[in-house]
């Protein structure tokens, strides 16, 4: 088998593919199939988590736009090189954020033959107080299902701020969005369709409801047919805090485009912190009784208050937050950019958006956080298809931790300037997008063998052929394997493949609104190299 990035390689940068043939006769053919160059291979090397014996093939001197083949032992790979491959794809990967609106029609000018309905638009009730009636319209869809969620919400708006932050010139108005052209770019008007769902959950108190779902995850239908009783769940801490983080972020991107907006967002913010300090005690978030809607517990919430701290802190420089910040610093880890772990998004915060809170403190971080990005280079260097990831590291959402590597690698090269750094996160970028033990892209629409059957109720019930375009498959998990994978993929099955292309895997082949984030930051960072 050959094994790369099937969207295309950037002309300037590494180009890699692994083959597992035996690489007697390893060449690279022009379109007309004519041989123009002979890659560099690398000796055979067992790759444990693949089960699999790799070589890599390195065209990177290769720098021509255009067509090839890559043709080892009898067999060939399409491959593309350009000046700016990830373009598309990045307003994608946003594209594919809009097609997870809820409480809206999905218009056919702007969604084509994947069009539908307004969906649940019908106020929710207090799961645990039937009294409480409350419009919570609006926001996306957390995933393949049709619950929508305050946590992964926020994590996955802060992926788009950063991104946006750090790469603007990566990011247009032209998605074909409702928004589209109003002068903002596209990726800012997806994120306030959140945002302003997100505010919808918050209490007047300041505390945020954790989650709004029907009682069980729906059957495989539109979802205007999805007509159950929307529950809102109780508030949580993790909700509240992740809540403040993110409209302090919100804030101050937003502040350039806006005045009003903003304002309120901060509001909200600090309601929501000040809900926290008057309310101490930490209750993790467990599903009552009969539930059966995504839980997003999490048994930690110092890294959500420091996220919140950090955001805060750059949002007002009121001293209150600097102290909590520097105070819970070193009891967290600072590079996790996950729904559970979000110490990361606060140590971007600092990293990028505080200048200079207190010199060491800085300067610490930056070192932990340098030796994170060095771990997952040395990491990288040892694994059969180029990603920081080990065996027991192929969970449930495995590609989230993939881009979110990436991610790390990226800031670790804005960070001291180190082409390693980048062509760590390439190699990333590479296995999202077909350089993997499974063969596939993971994101839809994009790549000669992009994933076709994602776990993702609209792509399965809209009677359409294709899946819908720009979603993220959560990828390879050995660790949590649902009935389907357990029937379907033999149990001696390595884990880098324990994968199947299938609608009913949940564990294996879902999408999730903060798989699609973390890879609009990786493609909008190496979109913008290509941007003169
Ligand atoms: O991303 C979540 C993953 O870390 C968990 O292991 C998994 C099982 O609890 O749930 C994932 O999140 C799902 C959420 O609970 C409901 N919407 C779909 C999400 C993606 O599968
Ligand atoms: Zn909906």
Not at 28 to 47: G, M, Y
Not at 161 to 190: H, Q, R, V
Not at 521 to 530: I, K
Request: net charge negative.
């Amino acid at each position: 088998m050959i094994h790369l990035n099937q969207v295309g390689f950037d002309k300037d940068m590494p180009k890699k593919a692994i083959i597992t043939t035996k690489g007697e006769y390893c060449v690279i053919l022009s379109e007309d199939n004519e041989v123009i160059f002979q890659p560099q291979l690398t000796a055979p090397f067992f790759d444990s988590v693949s089960g699999d014996t790799v070589r890599c093939a390195d065209f990177s001197e290769l720098k021509k736009p255009g067509a090839y083949f890559l043709f080892a032992d009898g067999m060939k790979k399409k491959f593309y090189i350009s000046g700016r491959p990830y373009r598309a794809l990045t307003g994608a990967l946003v594209k594919g954020m809009y097609y997870q609106r809820c409480g809206c029609a999905l218009e056919e000018k702007y969604s084509g033959k994947f069009c539908h309905g307004a969906c649940h638009t019908g106020k929710a009730v207090l799961e645990n107080d039937k009294s409480v009636v409350k419009d919570v319209s609006g926001g996306w869809h957390d995933a393949g299902d049709y619950g929508r969620y305050v946590i992964p919400a926020a994590v996955t708006v802060s992926h788009m701020l950063y991104a946006y932050e750090l790469f603007p010139k990566a990011f247009t108005d032209n998605l074909d969005i409702p928004e589209s052209g109003n002068g903002t770019p596209d990726i800012l008007n997806e994120c306030r369709y959140e945002l302003e769902w997100m505010m919808k959950m918050q209490r007047e108190d300041g505390g945020l409801y954790h989650k709004v779902t029907t009682r069980i995850f729906a059957p495989f239908i539109m979802p205007e047919n999805d007509t159950g009783e929307l529950l809102l769940f109780r508030v949580t801490h993790t909700a509240t805090a992740a809540f403040a983080a993110s409209l302090a972020q919100a804030y101050r991107v937003f502040k350039t485009h806006d005045r009003a907006f903003p304002e309120k967002m901060l509001e909200a913010s600090v309601r929501a912190w000040n809900w926290l300090e008057k309310n101490p005690e930490f209750e993790p978030f467990v599903n009552p009784p009969n539930t059966r809607s995504g839980g997003y517990g999490d048994e930690n919430c110092d890294d959500e208050i420091f996220w919140a701290a950090c955001e805060l802190f750059a949002a007002t420089k009121e001293e209150k937050y600097r102290q909590s910040m520097l105070a819970l610093a070193d009891k967290i880890e600072i590079h996790k950019l996950g729904w559970r772990d979000v110490g990361g998004l606060g140590a971007l915060c600092c990293l990028f958006a505080i200048k200079n809170p207190d010199g060491d403190f800085t300067k610490k971080l930056r070192q932990r956080f340098l030796a994170e990005a060095d771990n997952y280079v040395e990491k990288q260097k040892n694994s059969g298809y180029g990603t920081a990831l080990v065996a027991e590291e192929y969970i449930w959402g495995s590609t989230m931790l993939v881009m979110n590597y990436a991610i790390v690698l990226i800031c670790a090269k804005l960070l001291t300037g180190k082409d390693e750094y980048q062509n760590a996160a390439q190699s990333h970028l590479d296995y999202l997008l077909g350089m993997n033990a499974t063969g596939y892209s993971f994101v839809t629409g994009f790549g000669e063998n992009a994933f076709r059957y994602p776990h993702h109720r609209p792509s399965y019930a809209d009677g359409i052929d294709d899946p819908v375009p720009g979603l993220v498959s959560g990828g390879p998990n050995k660790r949590f394997p649902d009935l389907v994978c357990q029937k379907l993929i033999p149990p001696e099955t390595p884990p880098a493949k324990f994968y199947i292309d299938h609608t009913w895997t949940a564990s294996a082949n879902e999408n999730a609104i903060y798989w699609n984030s973390p890879a609009i930051f990786v493609t909008a960072y190496f979109d913008s190299l290509g941007i003169e």
